[in-house]
């Protein structure tokens, strides 16, 4: 795993190394073994990354393990490619000779893959999660793919005189310090569950390439091509869809335990690694798997002390397990003094209140000696987790009926509010998601499918798994889920849903995630598997460590209008937004409120 930087001079004039590769120290906690860089095109072109080595040998590759065996392309990569040694065997037949990973590493595969097949056509062979940029130099090109669930980014800002990509905004915030922020994406925050926006990033002029997509830049003209854009609609197929329905129950349960076995098995790595255990399904099932196929240094959990109920006592899963379970007891302060540090690596407020947890969590575990953490990402959003799932039955033609990608209107009133990009964003979601299974004759299963494909498709990428990325990494921490390969995602979004969510099941323990929560039974007794309690974290008790609400900086910052707040108690969604935002403003500085 790592951190890139590339930057771009459109003035003609030659960048300044020294301004890049302070730059690129930013970056550092993402890759903290080493940095490369190189000054490209007359020095207009800067190419940069830290690298947290995780597979293969590349210590003395001295970034030869960046450029592919022709010399032309050259590799900035943040990622990992879990079937790279099956890439190796499809060079070996297109060279027509042994291929020579020379440092075993996923990144030379990468790169020599781009010898031979257009820019294209290579993410479509690729599994795993990823985010890099290619320079093309007979061409004088630089493209930029994004891994098709979303987890890995890559930031942009451009204007008169220069192009910067980067994997943290920080990064771009050393050329820019001055930009603005976006106030109106705030108070967007107050219509969505989290802090979800797309492609916008807090500050003006800052996007991010959608997952799935490829751009490419010419740097003779400075013009922007869209190569080639996937989606994880791509991996419905009615023909699938259909071959599972008529499959059994235990046979499709069979069917997911090896996917899940064989995909997490390939996954282990070289390095040092933990395994989450908190007592749910989906890391409990992660860390069986773990402990069969490899051997973790540790296993983690944190208990939010007085609100996770499991994680008080795991001592039925160390049983099965055959490890003790280190627990991590956090408290309100820990939480509260937690905050600024991860916005701080955000640079913004949090995008969810678990992001603390993550971090604290990350932490421990690399302070043991761990580079990788496996987890659970994606589970509930592609099995069918989330309670919503089984209430919100009624159709909506304009946003998901989901919490979690669905349109909310504010208790509070802004006296200046423009929702039009939001609104815009979170309807386009929905009909993306609707039109993904408008295939299905049956309306109420085209319904659950889409709310299930909406919040995987969007929220997972947007919030979830930016925490898994920034928060880990923060602490140069490697976080893994065998829930977003692509094999596991391609049978999840094709599964009948009556494997996903059944409300009418006599146990009233396997109306959510019915399949996973079967599968889960092979490797767990019974008695494990208990209803989700507690609540992970102290987002809304953090506020002692702040003023009375009607101090906050935020209230005049969001033009907010005291009377909506006066004179009626919040709940705690929106309390928890404006402590999240007040945490924010009053550690970015009274600069900030004047720029």
């Given at each position: 795993m790592?951190?890139i930087?590339?930057v771009?001079s459109k003035?003609?004039k030659?960048?300044?190394?020294?301004?890049?590769?302070?730059?690129?120290?930013?970056?550092?906690?993402?890759?903290p073994?080493?940095?490369t860089?190189?000054?490209r095109?007359?020095?207009?072109?800067f190419?940069?990354q830290?690298?947290?080595?995780?597979?293969?040998?590349?210590?003395?590759s001295?970034?030869a393990?960046?450029r592919?065996a022709s010399?032309?392309?050259?590799?900035?990569?943040?990622?990992e490619?879990y079937?790279?040694?099956?890439l190796e065997?499809?060079?070996?037949?297109?060279k027509g000779?042994?291929?020579?990973?020379e440092?075993n590493s996923?990144?030379?595969?990468l790169?020599d893959?781009?010898d031979?097949?257009?820019?294209g056509d290579?993410?479509?062979?690729?599994?795993?999660m990823y985010?890099?940029?290619?320079?093309d130099?007979?061409?004088q090109?630089l493209?930029?793919?994004?891994?098709?669930?979303?987890e890995?980014?890559?930031y942009?800002?451009e204007d008169?005189a220069?192009?910067?990509?980067?994997?943290?905004?920080?990064?771009i915030?050393?050329?820019?310090?001055?930009l603005?922020i976006?106030?109106?994406?705030l108070?967007?925050?107050f219509?969505t569950?989290?802090?979800?926006?797309?492609?916008?990033?807090?500050?003006?002029?800052?996007v991010?390439?959608?997952?799935?997509?490829t751009?490419?830049?010419d740097?003779?003209?400075?013009?922007?091509?869209?190569?080639d854009?996937?989606?994880?609609g791509?991996?419905?197929?009615p023909?699938?869809m259909?071959e599972?329905?008529?499959?059994?129950?235990d046979?499709?349960?069979?069917?997911?335990d090896?996917?899940?076995?064989?995909?997490?098995?390939?996954?282990?790595?070289?390095r040092?690694?933990?395994?989450?255990?908190?007592?749910?399904?989906?890391?409990s099932l992660i860390?069986?798997?773990?402990t069969?196929y490899g051997?973790?240094?540790?296993l983690v959990?944190?208990?939010?002390?007085?609100k996770?109920?499991?994680?008080q006592?795991l001592?039925?899963?160390?049983?099965?397990l055959?490890?003790?379970?280190?627990v991590?007891?956090?408290?309100?302060t820990?939480?509260a003094?937690e905050?600024?540090?991860?916005?701080n690596s955000?640079?913004?407020?949090?995008?969810?209140?678990?992001?603390?947890g993550?971090?604290?969590?990350?932490s421990?575990?690399?302070?043991k000696?761990?580079r990788?953490?496996f987890?659970?990402?994606g589970?509930?959003?592609?099995?069918g987790?989330y309670?919503?799932?089984?209430t919100?039955?009624q159709?909506?033609?304009?946003?998901?009926?989901?919490?979690?990608?669905g349109?909310?209107e504010?208790?509070?009133?802004?006296?200046?509010?423009?929702?039009s990009t939001i609104?815009?964003?979170?309807?386009n979601?929905?009909?993306?998601s609707?039109?993904?299974?408008?295939?299905m004759?049956d309306?109420?299963?085209?319904?659950v499918?889409?709310?299930?494909?909406g919040?995987?498709?969007y929220q997972?990428?947007?919030?979830g798994?930016?925490?898994?990325d920034?928060m880990?990494?923060?602490?140069?921490?490697e976080?893994?889920?065998?829930?977003l390969?692509?094999?596991?995602?391609e049978?999840?979004l094709?599964?009948?849903?009556?494997m996903?969510?059944?409300?009418?099941h006599?146990?009233?323990l396997?109306?959510?995630?019915p399949?996973l929560?079967?599968?889960?039974?092979k490797?767990?007794?019974e008695e494990?598997l208990?209803a989700?309690?507690g609540f992970?974290?102290f987002?809304n008790?953090s506020r002692?460590?702040?003023?009375?609400?009607?101090?906050?900086l935020g209230i005049?910052?969001?033009d907010?209008d005291r009377?909506?707040?006066?004179?009626r108690?919040?709940?705690?969604?929106?309390e928890?937004k404006l402590?999240n935002?007040e945490?924010?403003?009053?550690?970015a500085?009274i600069?900030?409120?004047?720029?």
């Amino acid at each position: 795993m790592c951190g890139i930087l590339n930057v771009v001079s459109k003035s003609g004039k030659p960048l300044n190394p020294s301004v890049c590769r302070r730059a690129l120290s930013k970056l550092s906690w993402r890759g903290p073994d080493y940095i490369t860089s190189e000054m490209r095109n007359e020095g207009r072109l800067f190419l940069g990354q830290s690298i947290l080595s995780i597979t293969g040998n590349i210590e003395d590759s001295r970034g030869a393990h960046l450029r592919s065996a022709s010399g032309r392309y050259r590799l900035n990569y943040n990622g990992e490619i879990y079937n790279y040694h099956e890439l190796e065997t499809e060079l070996c037949r297109l060279k027509g000779s042994t291929y020579s990973n020379e440092f075993n590493s996923d990144s030379q595969v990468l790169i020599d893959l781009h010898d031979f097949y257009d820019i294209g056509d290579i993410p479509t062979k690729l599994d795993g999660m990823y985010a890099y940029s290619v320079w093309d130099e007979t061409e004088q090109k630089l493209s930029f793919t994004r891994d098709l669930g979303g987890e890995k980014s890559i930031y942009f800002y451009e204007d008169d005189a220069v192009i910067i990509a980067s994997s943290s905004i920080s990064a771009i915030l050393t050329f820019k310090p001055d930009l603005r922020i976006d106030r109106q994406l705030l108070k967007d925050y107050f219509r969505t569950r989290h802090f979800m926006f797309f492609e916008r990033t807090l500050y003006d002029s800052v996007v991010q390439i959608p997952p799935g997509c490829t751009r490419q830049l010419d740097l003779e003209t400075f013009d922007w091509h869209e190569v080639d854009t996937q989606s994880i609609g791509s991996l419905i197929s009615p023909e699938r869809m259909d071959e599972l329905s008529r499959r059994s129950d235990d046979q499709l349960v069979d069917e997911l335990d090896d996917l899940l076995s064989r995909n997490l098995e390939q996954m282990i790595p070289d390095r040092t690694f933990a395994s989450v255990v908190s007592g749910g399904i989906d890391s409990s099932l992660i860390s069986r798997y773990t402990t069969k196929y490899g051997d973790p240094k540790i296993l983690v959990a944190v208990d939010h002390i007085g609100k996770d109920y499991i994680s008080q006592d795991l001592k039925g899963f160390e049983d099965v397990l055959k490890q003790d379970i280190h627990v991590i007891r956090l408290d309100l302060t820990s939480y509260a003094a937690e905050i600024e540090r991860c916005q701080n690596s955000l640079g913004s407020p949090l995008l969810s209140h678990s992001f603390v947890g993550q971090s604290i969590q990350s932490s421990y575990v690399q302070a043991k000696g761990c580079r990788v953490l496996f987890g659970g990402d994606g589970a509930d959003e592609l099995f069918g987790g989330y309670a919503c799932y089984l209430t919100q039955r009624q159709m909506n033609t304009i946003y998901n009926p989901s919490f979690y990608t669905g349109h909310n209107e504010p208790e509070i009133t802004f006296l200046s509010d423009d929702a039009s990009t939001i609104q815009r964003d979170l309807s386009n979601a929905w009909k993306h998601s609707l039109d993904a299974y408008q295939f299905m004759d049956d309306p109420e299963e085209r319904l659950v499918q889409s709310m299930m494909y909406g919040d995987f498709a969007y929220q997972l990428s947007s919030v979830g798994l930016r925490g898994t990325d920034f928060m880990s990494m923060m602490w140069s921490v490697e976080t893994r889920s065998v829930f977003l390969r692509r094999g596991i995602i391609e049978f999840g979004l094709n599964l009948p849903v009556r494997m996903k969510v059944d409300p009418t099941h006599a146990n009233p323990l396997m109306r959510s995630k019915p399949i996973l929560k079967s599968v889960f039974l092979k490797h767990f007794p019974e008695e494990l598997l208990v209803a989700k309690q507690g609540f992970a974290g102290f987002p809304n008790e953090s506020r002692k460590f702040l003023s009375d609400l009607e101090d906050f900086l935020g209230i005049d910052y969001l033009d907010i209008d005291r009377s909506s707040i006066a004179h009626r108690p919040l709940s705690r969604e929106a309390e928890w937004k404006l402590i999240n935002i007040e945490y924010f403003l009053r550690q970015a500085g009274i600069e900030l409120l004047e720029s």
